[in-house]
Structure formats: C-alpha cells, structure tokens
C-alpha cells in the first residue's frame, strides 16, 4: 500500500466513548472557550501530547536496559554529580 492510503486510514474518524467527572468536563469546556475552540480538538490534542511523550519514555526505558545490558552504568561521582547539579538547579 502507498503512504497515501495508509495516511487516509489514519485521517478517518472514530468515536471513542469514556467516563470523566463533571469538574473535569467544566475544566475542558472553560479551556475550549477560552482558546476558541471546540471540547473534541482539546481532547485529541492531549492524546496526541500523551502518545509522544510515552514514546519518549518508552524510548529512555530502552536505552536504558540497552546500557545496563552492555554493563554501561555511571560511576558513583557521575551520580552525585548530577544529583548535585539537580539540588542547585
């Protein structure tokens, strides 16, 4: 199949149902308002943020068990140096 095809697949439209308390719908609709725009578009956007952001993670996770499988660990001053770099930040 051709990117284009594939690409239209993506684009087509589902519903997705699920439960969430009021206050978090009146926090979502107060937001949509605010920036012109609609529940559905901050709805998406959000999973869009949170599907990248768990690749970015799911990708760490692996570099990191790829390291600790080579044995690559950081020395006790690398660690304390960046625990001090992080106290001072």
Known sequence: MSYNVDMAKEQVSVSVSFRTGRGQVRKLDALARQQKRDRTQLIEEAIEQYIELQKVHLARIDEGIAAAEQ???????????????WRQG
Do not use: G, I
């Open 71 to 85: 044995e690559n660990f950081a020395t006790e001053e690398e660690v304390h140096a960046e625990f001090a770099r």
